[in-house]
């Protein structure tokens, strides 16, 4: 499996499949489905989603395109919004999730970002859904190097499995202290965005060293950011991507060994931050 990735005691290939903005239109819907399902028929296993995204619309696409894979085969992640991470609200929302999702478990769930119920109760909702069996671990997203802090000092805050936040090749921020402390915790970072969005995805493709470095490889540029997001160990990356090839591209890009030569060649043309930075969020 290459760089494999370990997230809750599971084994998957570093790059999944990202979910934002899918589901919405009804016309896109078969593309879209076909797009998951080819990820996952190469090699993909995670599936990234959450109640946020389209209000549902997310889910349920993912709960079509899952239709007639084995359960087993699968991780699923989803998310929470942070007004409904109460002891009261939690176990609603995620019942509406598995329901759109058609499952009767999750892989992972995500506490979508910081919020105004107390992080206790919310870890204490959690912990109950995971000791009910309706979702295997949880974990957190868009959380700081203070946010993981906090979690780290309340009970059950130690379960924590994974951190999802902005991070790619032109957003860098999160290299000079929120990394470093998450390796020493053993939490794995899930990459969203990794190849950018809009202009600073265009930004990214159409700068001279990465598509050299691409031509190099004979690979597309977006495989070539993909493969430089995943290339640290500890990282998974979510893409989104509502075409198969691009999504076959995706997968594929697991396969890129960039040399030490072509990773300075990049650091050069986008600098690590050498101070704190806030979190950058989309």
Known sequence: MGNAIKIAGRKLLPVGLGTWHMGDDPKEEQQEIKALQAGLDHGATVI?????????????????AIHSYRRDDLFLISKVYPWNASKKQLPKSLAASLKRLGTDYLDLYLLHWTGNIALEETVAALENARQSGKIRAWGVSNFDVSDLEELYKIPGGENCQANEVLYNLGERGTEFDLQPYMKKRELPLIAYSPLNQGDRRQNLAN???????????????????????????????IPQSSNAKHTL???????IKLTKDELMVLDKAFPAPTSKQSLSII
């Open 249 to 255: 591209e995706n997968v594929k890009a697991t396969e």
């Open 207 to 237: 700068a001279p060293e990465v598509q050299q470095i691409a031509k190099n490889h004979e690979v597309s540029v977006y495989q070539l950011l993909l493969a430089w997001t995943v290339q640290k160990e500890g990282i998974l990356a």
């Open 48 to 64: 990234d989603t959450a109640e946020m995204y389209g209000e549902g619309n997310s889910e349920r696409l993912v709960g079509k």
